[in-house]
């Protein structure tokens, strides 16, 4: 079969023992590339019981990093409203010396308005945060390349004046940055520019289109579209259960941008054979990796079963 990456989502929404157990399982029992914490202060999705448990993103990560030795780990992803870009390079610097080098840098333009006021923080109009995202990524690139020199920026939202940036981080010539989102203009035209990673969702064929664009921002960039990743970010479901199938393709179908049946013909959810068709089809179109998003409680037989029975078939 084709080569394939696996990722999951394991948001930090559950006792801090329940979250670093599922990740060092993750890292000590399976064949699972990467893990991602949400950053968020309270559990999604919007309008549910803010008042239950979820762990800052950066902090955890440093935590995951400290204990466990093989999986790759990153924030999927950091929202550039919440933190001053630069501040977010050196703490990224940190992780991935905490981890040896697994860290991935996840980041987009941020999204829940309710979560910003709440927490008294601005939430620009969309454009702003398009712009604070790309002036971000390209900030934050030129401090993981510093190579121990001094890096002066100016831009419209960020300033830096001659700041050191020692230690550098121990990938390189960085850690992988992921731009989260699959916005046609902006979001794709600045990973195209200054990016590592597409992460985005839907299905196959919704993914070809992204991919298309992607591809014409890299050519406008110069730049050449086989140096970024794709990967895929939605469900990955192994189950003989029709009636779980069936509920899962709804909860999908709820977004709007698929019915059910197309759900489940066409992404993810199913029997073993099912799954690793589409993961052959997602394959084909240039994804490279597949993050499954998960929710706690985690029961490990679940993940056994995808583990042996698809991650280890794209081996």
Not at 80 to 98: E, Q
Not at 111 to 131: I, K, L, S
Request: proline share 6%; aromatic share 8%; charged share 25%.
């Amino acid at each position: 079969m084709t080569t394939m990456r696996f990722g999951v989502m394991a948001p930090q929404t559950r006792a801090w023992s329940e979250v670093s157990g599922f990740v060092r399982f993750l890292d000590h029992e399976t064949r699972f590339h990467s893990a991602f914490v949400i950053d968020h202060m309270v559990p999604l999705p919007p309008g549910q019981d803010d008042s239950g448990i979820c762990f800052e993103a950066w902090t955890s990560l440093a935590a995951l990093a400290a204990t466990t030795e093989r999986i790759r780990l990153g924030v999927m992803v950091t929202g550039v409203t919440y933190r001053n870009p630069a501040l977010v390079a050196k703490m990224a610097a940190t992780v991935d010396h905490i981890s040896n080098g697994r860290l991935e840098l996840g980041i987009g333009a941020a999204w829940h308005d309710e979560e910003h006021r709440a927490y008294g923080w601005d939430f620009p109009a969309v454009r702003e945060r398009q712009d604070r995202l790309e002036e971000a990524v390209q900030l934050i690139r030129a401090l993981f390349e510093a190579d121990g020199g001094h890096v002066s920026f100016s831009g419209t939202h960020y300033r830096l004046e001659q700041a050191a940036f020692v230690p550098g981080p121990v990938q390189r010539p960085r850690p992988p940055i992921i731009v989260g989102g699959g916005g046609e203009k902006r979001t794709l035209r600045t990973l195209a520019r200054y990016g590592d990673v597409m992460n985005t969702g839907g299905t196959p064929e919704a993914m070809r289109r992204k991919i298309a664009v992607l591809e014409a921002h890299c050519r406008a960039a110069g730049r050449d579209p086989a140096e970024i990743e794709k990967t895929y970010q939605g469900p990955i479901v192994v189950s003989d259960n029709e009636a779980l199938v069936d509920r899962v393709a709804a909860l999908v179908a709820a977004g709007g941008e698929v019915t059910a049946e197309e759900a489940k013909r066409s992404m993810p959810i199913g029997n073993a054979a099912h799954v690793r068709a589409v993961v052959e089809e997602y394959a084909r179109i240039g994804v490279g990796r597949m993050v499954a998003i998960t929710s706690p409680p985690w029961k490990p037989d679940i993940y056994r079963r995808l583990n042996d029975e698809v991650v280890a078939a794209f081996a």
